[in-house]
C-alpha cells in the first residue's frame, strides 16, 4: 500500500505541483481510505521524505559492496552517490522541479552532518562538509546533471572538502 501511495503520488507530482495535490486526490487514485493513507503517512511530504530516506539507506547499506559508509574511502562514496543520484535521475529532478530539494538536504545533513554527542572541532568539519555537498548536489541538479557522476565527484574531490 505505501509503495502504491508513493508511486501515485509521484505520478501526479509529474503533472503540478505539491500543493496542487490534495490527498484526497492522492487516496482516490491509489484506491486507498483517507484512514489508510494516514496510518502510513502524516503528510504529502511524508510520503516523499520516505522514498528519499530509502534511497539514500540503499546507497548507505550497498556502498563498498555492503561495508556500508562508515568504512568506504571518501573517493568512493562520492563516486558511488552520485552514481545513486544519475540512477535515480527522474525522481531527484521532479523534486528539483518542484521545488522540493529541502528533503534531500535534510537526508545529506542527516547521514554526514553534526551529531550531538561529537567534539565541537568534529562537529563543524561535518556541518561544513554535509552542506557543501549538498550545494553541489542542488547546483548539479539545477544545471541538469550535465557533468557524469565520475566528473562531478571528481570536482568535488578537487577542492579539498
Not at 6 to 12: F, K, M, P, R, Y
Not at 94 to 116: C, H, Q, S, T, Y
Not at 123 to 150: D, H
Request: aromatic share 12%.
Amino acid at each position: 500500500m505505501r509503495t502504491h501511495i508513493t508511486a501515485t503520488l509521484l505520478q501526479l507530482l509529474r503533472e503540478r505541483p505539491l500543493e496542487a495535490i490534495s490527498i484526497s486526490e492522492i487516496c482516490s487514485r491509489a484506491g486507498v481510505g483517507r484512514a489508510s493513507f494516514y496510518r502510513n503517512f502524516a503528510s504529502k511530504e511524508a510520503v516523499l521524505e520516505e522514498r528519499v530516506h530509502e534511497l539514500f539507506q540503499d546507497w548507505a547499506n550497498t556502498s563498498e559492496g555492503g561495508a556500508g559508509v562508515a568504512s568506504a574511502p571518501l573517493s568512493e562514496l562520492l563516486r558511488s552517490l552520485f552514481a545513486r543520484f544519475e540512477k535515480h535521475r527522474d525522481f531527484y529532478a521532479l523534486l528539483n522541479e518542484r521545488g522540493l530539494m529541502f528533503l534531500v538536504k535534510d537526508a545529506v545533513i542527516e547521514l554526514f552532518g553534526p551529531k550531538p554527542e561529537q567534539p565541537k572541532e568534529e562537529a563543524y568539519a561535518r556541518a561544513y562538509f554535509a552542506y557543501a555537498l549538498y550545494g553541489w548536489i542542488e547546483v548539479w541538479f539545477q544545471r541538469g546533471m550535465r557533468e557524469s557522476a565520475e566528473e562531478i565527484a571528481e570536482m568535488f574531490q578537487r577542492q579539498g572538502l
